[in-house]
């Protein structure tokens, strides 16, 4: 039977557990980033940055450890945790990357970069921040044949029902989609009459106001 004297409201612990430190360090969105180590030790670090009205927010994990595992967890005025967050990163790679829209009013949102599986000596990484009206993070299918009329699904951050989107050819003559539906304030679909589209590369852009991203 358990003979540990137990303080009151603390039946069957053995040791009273206080408050354990927790080191929040500050991350700024002026692309020089900040360079951390992962270790068995210090699986976890925390960050915080401050977004103003209408900003997004692109994080962007480097990880530099080979055979490093590295995941990423944002809250929204809150401290996440690999449970509970509002955004992950997870994929089983050491470099991850998350695009989000920030609140109308803004706000601060909390980072966590974790290792989930380290390196000899550790996991390595560099995490940089970006902040701006909307992002353009990646477009699929990235190429398109031009018999028949296409879809595409535009992902990125700061979409709304303004957001406008046109393709850019090499000779500076822009291909406007026949349809631009927002799915949500990171996803958009296009529909692309490619029939009427001379052969060649696009450049993707993304407008809303006087503010536009480029992929």
Do not use: C
């Not at 540990?4 to 430190?21: F, I, M, S, Y």
């Not at 030790?41 to 530099?64: C, E, V």
């Not at 390595?124 to 018999?147: D, E, K, M, R, V």
């Not at 500076?172 to 799915?183: E, H, K, M, R, S």
């Amino acid at each position: 039977y358990n003979q540990e004297k137990e303080a009151t409201g603390e039946t069957d612990n053995q040791a009273a557990v206080g408050p354990l430190a927790l080191t929040v360090r500050g991350l700024l969105a002026n692309g020089a980033g900040t360079s951390g180590l992962l270790t068995a030790a210090n699986r976890g670090q925390y960050y915080a940055i401050s977004l103003d009205p209408g900003q997004s927010l692109l994080l962007t994990l480097h990880g530099t450890s080979p055979n490093g595992v590295n995941a990423v967890y944002v809250s929204l005025n809150g401290l996440p945790t690999r449970l509970t967050n509002d955004f992950a990163a997870t994929a089983s790679s050491a470099s991850q990357q998350i695009a989000l829209t920030g609140p109308a009013g803004g706000g601060t949102y909390y980072i966590l970069v974790y290792g989930d599986q380290l390196g000899t000596g550790g996991n390595a990484y560099q995490l940089t921040a970006a902040t701006a009206a909307l992002f353009i993070t990646g477009i699929s299918p990235p190429l398109l044949g031009n018999a028949v009329t296409a879809f595409a699904t535009v992902s990125g951050a700061g979409f709304d029902g303004t957001t406008q989107v046109i393709f850019l050819g090499t000779n500076g003559v822009g291909q406007v989609p026949l349809a631009t539906q927002l799915i949500n304030n990171s996803t958009m679909q296009v529909t692309l009459e490619l029939t009427n589209w001379p052969t060649g590369l696009y450049d993707l852009q993304v407008s809303k106001g006087t503010n536009s991203a480029r992929l």
